[in-house]
């Protein structure tokens, strides 16, 4: 029997903290390495300059699909075989473990960055409403 079961990683009126071990106490934007765009630099761009347009599986699918060189034609068939299994959620994303950077989604699902040195980091941090969940640790232990 074959499972058409669709996954998500979408979270709603959620704020992700920066995980545990983060190295940094200030937002950086992911540097670039060489000639080809990290995950990093790819979940940056499309998150830090359209707030709140985008929800987690379009960010995930649109790098993957991006990096994998889909066309847009192809992409339907793509996005629903890639999310026919699980895939890793923004909680393991660089920007959070690795970067400064909080990921906040809205009651859609849709998503925004907050520097971890920022009032608005601050003020989501201490939002009773919200569900708080730490970005995943790079390290274990």
Not at 42 to 64: C, G, M, R, W
Not at 73 to 101: I, M, N, T
Request: positive net charge.
């Amino acid at each position: 029997m074959k499972d058409n079961k669709i996954h998500t990683t979408n979270y709603h009126n959620t704020f992700i903290e920066i995980a545990d071990d983060c190295p940094v106490r200030i937002g950086e934007v992911p540097p670039q390495k060489g000639d080809s765009k990290t995950v990093a630099n790819h979940h940056f761009e499309i998150i830090a300059h359209n707030p709140y347009k985008y929800t987690s599986d379009d960010v995930l699918f649109q790098v993957f699909a991006e990096r994998n060189h889909i066309i847009s034609h192809e992409q339907p068939a793509a996005r629903a075989a890639f999310f026919s299994k699980g895939q890793p959620c923004l909680r393991s994303s660089p920007l959070s473990k690795r970067y400064g950077w909080g990921i906040h989604s809205d009651a859609e699902g849709r998503v925004a960055l907050y520097a971890v040195d920022s009032a608005e980091y601050r003020q989501l941090q201490k939002d009773k409403s919200l569900q708080h969940i730490r970005a995943m640790r790079s390290r274990r232990g």
